[in-house]
């Protein structure tokens, strides 16, 4: 069993419900992230601490005997650093460089290989169509942000392959959740709905959009790392849906009858259009099993949003993934 986790990006959407998942079943979980303003209310061990401050980075690891470490911190999604790439590069793909060397060296402290679970995205597979799109599915994707994933994961299986990281890599789909405050459009026509407005967007009808419930995928997270001796070290994670943005749409008027949301036909021009990720093998290797449909999502998050809007409760304000932002 994995005594002590590092979570890197520990105070963003998926980091900080990692560290409170494992700190509630009693584990012991050190969090590093650029800020650590909500995360250090869930463990004495969080440490403020910039990506690329490599020295710091491994001497936290060894005095505190790190024996595992989830890797969400980097930039969270193509919609930022798109203004400077090489910065957003530097960030996620050296930062996962220094990752991957901790776990390497620790497990050569410990005399037991160090898990690895690096947080990669959807993004990777580019634009493609067909659906059960699985882990064996070639890569296509033209956008920087993907490629900053692409380059973590060859980093992550190649320090696995050579040096004995007992990595795995994890190909999450569109998270969503009371804490992420990037670009969410089922956020926006929520809120919107919720104050009063319109929304109008230029794009979106009948256009997929694999969005996952942030519960699910700590689940995913937390099964890949306790799994033991894996047969794969890549995987995807969503919902096992693939919804369109205006049957989205339907259930946020279903559930909020004030909503006024209209979409023109076409797609995001900021995403890919990708069909359904297969989670076969997370299901067959890991036991993961997604259990929030988008329908009780999005009244969670209605629920959320009415709670942040009344002043009655704040879980965060940090971005997803992490606040190592550009």
Not at 144 to 173: F, N, P, Q
Not at 293 to 312: E, F, M, P
Request: hydrophobic fraction near 40%.
């Amino acid at each position: 069993m994995v005594e002590t986790t590092l979570v890197t990006g520990a105070n963003g959407l998926i980091g900080y419900e990692v560290v409170k998942r494992l700190v509630a079943a009693g584990r012991r979980v050190v969090a590093v992230d650029r800020s650590i303003t909500e995360v250090a209310s869930l463990t004495p061990d969080a440490h403020a601490l910039e990506i690329g401050d490599t020295h710091r980075l491994h001497e936290i690891a060894n005095r505190y005997g790190v024996d595992a470490i989830v890797h969400c911190g980097g930039v969270s999604g193509p919609m930022l650093g798109r203004d400077n790439p090489a910065a957003l590069f530097e960030i996620n793909v050296g930062g996962t460089l220094d990752v991957a060397e901790v776990a390497r060296q620790r497990g050569l402290l410990s005399g037991t290989p160090c898990r690895l679970i690096f947080c990669s995205s959807l993004t990777v597979y580019g634009s493609q169509e067909q659906d059960d799109i699985g882990e064996a599915t070639p890569l296509l994707t033209r956008q920087c942000y993907a490629s900053s994933k692409v380059a973590g994961e060859a980093i992550a299986l190649s320090y696995a392959a050579e040096h004995g990281v007992d990595a795995i890599v994890l190909r999450i789909a569109g998270v969503y959740g009371p804490r992420r405050r990037t670009a969410c459009v089922l956020r926006q026509m929520i809120t919107d709905a919720l104050e009063g407005r319109a929304t109008d967007l230029p794009f979106g009808e009948g256009f997929p959009r694999q969005w996952v419930y942030v519960d699910d995928i700590i689940d995913g997270i937390l099964l890949a790392l306790e799994v033991r001796a894996p047969q794969m070290r890549v995987f995807n994670l969503s919902a096992g849906e693939n919804p369109t943005i205006d049957q989205a749409a339907a259930l946020i008027r279903a559930a909020l009858p004030q909503a006024r949301i209209t979409l023109a036909p076409g797609a995001d021009p900021e995403d890919v259009t990708l069909g359904r990720l297969s989670i076969a093998a997370a299901a067959r290797h890991l036991g993961y099993a997604p259990k929030v449909t988008l329908k009780s999502g999005i009244q969670r998050l209605i629920q959320s949003i009415q709670n942040d809007l009344a002043g009655v409760s704040s879980t965060g304000t940090t971005d997803e993934e992490g606040d190592l932002k550009t």
